[in-house]
């Protein structure tokens, strides 16, 4: 029975809206316009903070931990300056320790860094990134190598005087020749190019290929030990691949491998329970953390700016089906006098203008994916239209539709029969 | 004379249209008030947008003139002298305190230089707190000053004085403080006069300097200033070594003062010829101009969004009109049956578009400032006077939108078949 009015009235709306195209798609035109601005602002956003992912990824390893003195960034002032107070640096024998008690659970490479030239034959090149570190950061930060190899366990252990060039820096020593195989200067000390890392590109609009990679005890032998060190952790990746199956069990393991980590460094530093950590787990997270606070900033003003193009469509919809009121009263009249309910012309209402609002928010998501696949295409980007997203957006479409609805089935349904019929 | 007949023919239809659109808006008062409510709401985004991001970047603007408009800075680095300097400048020395009096020797178009040096925020791995007896602030922004620096960056004292060249010679124990922090140390007891105690070291403030005018979203750090002496800072903090000097023009010479700054900078520097500068001159308009070249594309990116609202209430206008149009087909055949020229229908239709959306625009310019008078009482500094540009824009492309909107609808009207038009039922 409900069901049977409910059919019945869009079957009325419908009608309604197809007998007079022009007013309809006008008023769904304004609906189609404010979803498809919506729904374009929502995936650029998104598009935006899957780059800052990807970015930070980059230059850090998908499930990659690091333990460090003190994690700048995030933390207030004062906060900061506790930290400072209290945290211990990390030094080879902490990272020794850690080792030990690995057990299966995590992978870990020490890092020390510090920024000096690179030179070879006449050309230098200035303030590079030099990190001092151990074969297994490799598969820890997923390190890709465009020629050549990584660093080896073998020359880990042989403190071998080899280098693992950035992009940047092999194209500024090397214009017009194959850099593996020649020596580079750093720190006046020779160092054989074994391998080239792939280009990395920019983040935040600071190089990623101004990097340099030597074994720890090489980087050592050339500055002395470093006096705080980094602990890039990951836990290990199983039989060799790379890219685990089940995202949602890798991320377990990631926390487990923080958990030891964490655990490991409070026994080293025989912290009681209940007294704070004396050192700092970054974690990609934290490190999306800042991008993700400006694009939750940009969207806090996009959304409504754009809310305000709904509102401006919703007011578009109302005078639509209000003139479609206006224009039935006769109709409206003879139907009541003939014994339909208030509540039906109310429904039979509500059901036009909700029509004409999903049939304009379907248009309008069509016209937008038809347009982000356009940019995509055009740009060389990935702007995905995520399904949550349109479903939201048709939902925002619909309820638009029923506010709309509401006050001209309001006059709809208080016409009075008798002068509803003498109208002309 | 054709001129003239033509320009009372145009105030003819005017006024004929408008008593029209006003007969419509009478007989259909609910529509009418939601074409125009359409585009109030476009009007009221656009121009509230445009009233905040204006606001924002004068405020901003402010924050930089408050270092003195005729004065050009100078420092070893690019951009923000309190963020870490990029990779290709980490190499370049900070500049020298002694440079201000071998600056100021050369003369010409320089009139005085003062110095400014910065303390990081964290000395010997701890913040730096100001206290004063039971009070304490962990967020003074502690800086090195010269005697004449107040001078030269026109900083206004709302009490006491700035330091003495003696006192910056000697090193002595002297402060100058800003508003937020006197307020944060003494509440509402006066600060000069009391004293306060840095890293272990007791200082008297000795001046108070009056709120700044400038800010951003209402928050200027220049109000938690604690200034001393240049002197007792770099015998007091060694690590605080990242010097700006402010280079006082004499009146109308900038420009002369920043070329000759920057020869005598080059000279004291031992740079060659082929040599790039190690060091960045600015002036308040340049940082503002190069601020303004970032922020142009969100603010269009930002406008252009908020515009949306507007070509959806212009859709409204359209709607309105489509429908006027309709429902008046038969006035319309007799209008041309009796001779009317179809231009006159068209100008009518056109027109009672653009007199529908021009209220709109005007209501929503009046929404936009009354709304604006609001956040004012909210937000201090916030002027609720939306920028005149804004505001001309708005009526404009408000009429605009509804001669665009209104044209499609009046051309279809005006070229109705009488004949056809009368039979209309």
Known sequence: MRRRVIVEAIGHAARSAVAHPLRASLGALAIAVAVATLVLVVTGLDAFAGYARRTTARAFGTDAFVVTRVATGGVSRKELAEQLEQNGVITRSDVRFLDRHAGRDVVYAPVAQRRAD??????????????????????????????????????????????????????????????????????????????????????????????????????????????????????????????????????????????????????????????????????????????????????????????????????????????????????????????????????????????????????????????????????????????????????????????????????????????????? | MALARSSRDWRNALAESAGLAGDSIRSQPARSVLAILGIVIGIVTVVLVASILANVRNQVALLFRELGTENVFAFHLTGDPYSPPS???????????????????????????????????????????????????????????????????????????????????SGAHVAVIGASLARALYGNRRAVGESLTLDGETYFVVGEI??????????????????????????????????????????????????????????????????????????????????????????????????????????????VQVISARERTREIGLRLAVGAPRRDVLTQFVLEAAILSTAGGLAGVACAVGIGLLLGLFLSGFSAVPPAWAVAAGLVVSCGVGVVAGYWPARQASRLDPVEALRYE
């Open chain 2, 87 to 169: 990779e290709l400048e980490a190499r370049r020395k900070p500049l020298e305190a002694s440079f201000a009096v071998e600056l100021e020797r050369s003369r010409g178009a320089i009139r005085e230089v003062a110095v400014q040096v910065l303390v990081p925020a964290i000395v010997n791995n701890r913040a730096l707190a100001a206290r004063a007896g039971s009070r304490e602030s962990d967020s003074p922004l502690v800086e090195g000053a010269s005697s004449n620096f107040f001078e030269v960056v026109g900083a206004e004292f709302a009490a006491g004085r700035p330091f003495t060249e003696l006192e910056d010679r």
């Open chain 1, 118 to 424: 690179v030179a070879f034959g006449g050309l230098t090149f200035d303030n590079a990134n030099v990190n001092g570190t151990s074969a297994a950061l490799f598969e820890i930060r997923e390190i890709s190598v465009a020629g050549g190899r990584f660093i080896s366990r073998d020359d880990e252990s042989r403190a071998a005087q080899v280098v693992v060039l950035g992009a940047d820096i092999a194209d500024a020593l090397f214009p017009s020749r194959d850099p593996l195989g020649q020596v580079v200067r750093i720190a006046g000390r020779g160092f054989r190019v074994i391998g080239l890392q792939e280009r990395q590109g920019t983040a935040g609009g600071t190089s990623l290929d101004r990097y340099v990679w030597i074994p720890l005890q090489a980087f050592e032998r050339a500055f002395g030990a470093a006096a705080d060190l980094q602990v890039f952790g990951r836990a290990p990746v199983q039989g060799g691949d790379r890219l685990p199956a089940n995202a949602q069990d890798d991320g377990r393991r990631t926390l487990a491998g923080e958990d030891r980590a964490r655990t490991t460094m409070r026994a080293r530093r025989q912290l009681p329970p209940g007294k704070r950590d004396t050192f700092d787990i970054i974690t990609p997270d934290a490190a999306r953390g800042f991008v993700q606070r400006v694009a939750e900033r940009t969207s806090a003003a996009a959304a409504p700016i754009s809310a305000m193009a709904l509102l401006a469509a919703i007011v578009v919809v109302t005078n639509t089906t209000l003139v479609s009121v206006t224009e039935r009263t006769r109709e409206i009249g003879v139907r009541r006098a003939l014994g339909a309910r208030r509540r039906d012309i109310t429904l039979e209402v509500i059901a036009e203008s909700c029509l004409v609002a999903v049939a304009g928010g379907s248009g309008g998501l069509a016209a937008s994916a038809g347009v982000l696949w356009g940019a995509g295409a055009a740009l060389g980007l990935d702007l995905p239209l995520r399904a949550s997203t349109a479903t939201w957006s048709l939902g925002a479409a619909a309820i638009s539709g029923l506010i709309a609805g509401l006050y001209p089935a309001r006059r709809a349904n208080r016409l009075d029969v008798i002068t509803a019929i003498r109208q002309e």
């Open chain 2, 210 to 319: 009056a709120p700044r005018k400038g800010g951003f979203f209402g928050e200027n750090r220049q109000d938690s200033v604690l200034s001393l002496p240049a002197v007792t800072v770099r015998k007091r903090f060694s690590d605080a070594d990242n010097v700006v000097l402010y280079v006082r023009a004499q009146p109308g010479q900038r420009e002369a003062a920043r070329a000759q700054t920057e020869a005598v900078l080059r000279r004291l520097r031992r740079l060659k010829a082929a040599d790039e500068n190690d060091f960045t001159l600015s002036t308040a308009d340049s940082i503002i101009r190069s601020l303004d070249q970032v922020s142009a594309g969100v603010a269009l990116i930002t406008l252009a969004l908020a515009a949306v609202s507007l070509v959806i209430g212009g859709i409204g206008i359209a709607n």
